[in-house]
């Protein structure tokens, strides 16, 4: 069993930073594919970047060029670097694995953009 605690999210201006971080227990962390999926009040959640157990990674859309993700595998922890952040991007983010599993989905962080 993985459970799975999002934190770092907060009130950005536009055009600001964010990063981050998904803390899992359970020794088979490693050997997940991880991600970090949104979802905005109304909307389904959708995935916003996903990394596999050995590094690779990969961005949903607009995404890619201003999100970083990132994992420690000795620390059980995914990261998001979240850069040039704007309003449209205000939503609750949570991490999962991918595909998700719906016993793994935790409160996310919330991530609100706004002058």
């Known amino acids: 069993q993985v459970q799975l605690v999002e934190s770092g999210g907060g009130l950005v201006q536009p055009g600001g930073s964010l990063r981050l971080s998904c803390a899992a227990s359970g020794s088979i962390f490693k050997s997940l594919r991880m991600a970090w999926y949104r979802q905005v009040p109304g909307k389904e959640r959708d995935l916003v970047a996903a990394?596999?157990?050995?590094?690779?990674?990969y961005y949903a859309g607009a995404m890619k060029g201003r999100y970083t993700i990132s994992r420690d595998n000795a620390e059980n922890t995914v990261y998001l670097q979240m850069n040039s952040l704007q309003p449209e991007v205000t939503a609750v983010y949570y991490c999962?694995?991918?595909?998700?599993?719906?016993?793994?989905w935790g409160q996310g962080t919330q991530v609100t953009v706004s002058s």
């Open positions: 999962n694995e991918q595909p998700p599993l719906q016993r793994y």
């Open positions: 990394i596999t157990q050995g590094g690779s990674t």
